[in-house]
């Protein structure tokens, strides 16, 4: 399939892929697609599969007191899943949804399992992938603790250069902690 290439070339960026993990890789993952605004990954099971996308944009949340909370959004070339859940295989917080439509790459956890034990060079990936996701992670942490709503949106905006353009709003407003009037106010003075 011509589309596999993508992901292929993902990994090439991190560690170089052997002809049998390559097949190993390919041999394991499956295509799906999910409409704009349906439900990716429902807090109440576990997640058994992590998303490679391939076109799209999804959006990670938790529900407090009955309202959505963004925690992060994926865009074309990463992964996703709901992190403990997948790892820890426990039910855990995180709802993933699609906010447009969007093409994904799954694999399972057991199939990741099997290629870390059987082909070392997969921890290096994980490694070297991780780092970058870690580093997002504590700036997102830093931004949340000790800046203004004019710096966390400049912030998110720097983030998500790429993609800020595509997310609804409400989404946005809820990722900085702020309402969505304070953010129209914000994006009208910038």
């Keep these: 399939m011509q589309t596999e290439t993508i992901l292929l070339a993902h990994f090439e960026k991190y560690i ?5 993990l390559q097949r190993e890789l390919v041999s394991r993952i ?3 697609t999910f409409k704009k605004g349906e439900l990716v990954h429902d807090a109440a099971t576990v997640c058994t599969e992590s998303y490679f996308i391939q076109k799209g944009l ?3 949340y938790f529900l407090k007191d009955g309202k959505e909370v963004s925690e992060y959004f994926s865009e074309e070339g990463e992964w996703v899943n709901s992190p403990r859940s997948f790892m ?5 917080i995180y709802y993933i949804d699609a906010i447009e439509n969007t093409e994904v790459f799954c694999l399972h956890v057991n199939d990741l399992v099997y290629l870390f034990e059987n082909f070392p060079e997969m921890e290096r990936y994980a490694r070297l992938s991780m780092g970058t996701v870690f580093g997002h992670l504590m700036e997102r942490i830093t931004s949340l603790r000790f800046t203004t709503a004019l710096e966390k ?3 998110f905006c720097e983030t998500y250069k790429d993609v800020y353009h595509r997310i609804p709003l409400g989404m946005v407003a809820s990722y900085l902690g702020i309402t969505q009037e304070t953010l129209s106010r914000i994006r009208a003075k910038k």
Excluded: E
């Design 30 to 32: 499956h295509f799906k």
């Design 153 to 155: 949106y400049i912030h």
């Design 58 to 60: 999804l959006r990670t």
């Design 88 to 92: 820890q295989r426990k039910v855990d």
């Design 16 to 20: 170089q892929l052997s002809d049998n």
